[in-house]
């Protein structure tokens, strides 16, 4: 007799997805939106503030695009889309993937570009659909899937995960930085970043290359 054994993985995505199927007409109910497929995994939120935010001008404009990866032992990922707003910042979706590879973040952003055309059409992204902008932190493999389903978007890095890459390069011992220039370093670059005079700029950036 052969003893077939399922893996814990494969037990708990059949899960999820059995779950999501029973639930679907229940988040319907409530205006909500919930899509998901299965290979690759890829599950997209809508809530009815979601799909109201999509009518703010500034999402025409720009979108922050933030991921959270390891969410749980399976390693899925979780990726927010908002957009700035007088009130502060107000997602536009959600959108759940398994880790954060080209082929999972392509599959789950077309699913969230699918999915606005069904539930919100044209408004979708600022009645453009899509932003003139994604801030994104330096994944490359995010930064990739975005480029191909929105290509007319442009991507920039937001200043915070700018300068936690580079302060993470000065730290990293191949780099052969020494750890007492570090912090002056850092500043530096910090000075070159939030300046904007032109002048003072080449200066920073000659003081940088000397040290």
Not at 49 to 66: G, N, P, S
Not at 155 to 182: E, M, P, T, Y
Request: hydrophobic content about 40%.
């Amino acid at each position: 007799m052969y003893k077939i054994v399922i893996s814990p993985v494969l037990l708990r995505s059949h899960f999820v997805i059995q779950k999501l199927r029973e639930k679907t007409n229940a988040y319907l109910d409530e205006g909500c939106v919930v899509k998901f497929s299965e290979k690759p995994f890829a599950v997209v939120v809508l809530t009815l503030l979601m799909k109201r935010a999509h009518d703010i001008e500034f999402a025409r404009h720009i979108v922050f695009c933030d991921s959270t990866s390891s969410c749980d032992a399976d390693q899925h990922s979780i990726t927010f889309f908002l957009t700035p707003c007088p009130a502060g910042a107000v997602p536009l979706g959600i959108v759940i993937t398994k880790g954060q590879t080209d082929e999972s973040y392509y599959s789950g952003f077309t699913l969230f570009k699918n999915t606005l055309s069904e539930a919100v059409g044209s408004h979708a992204f600022g009645h453009q659909g899509y932003p003139d902008i994604f801030l994104t932190d330096n994944c490359s493999a995010e930064i990739k899937a975005l480029k191909m389903v929105w290509p007319k978007s442009e991507n920039q890095l937001c200043k915070f995960h700018v300068l936690q890459a580079v302060w993470r390069w000065l730290c990293d011992s191949k780099n052969g930085i020494s750890s007492d220039i570090r912090q002056a370093l850092m500043y530096s670059f910090q000075d070159i970043l939030y300046r904007f005079e032109y002048c003072i700029l080449k200066i920073q950036k000659r003081s940088l290359k000397i040290r």
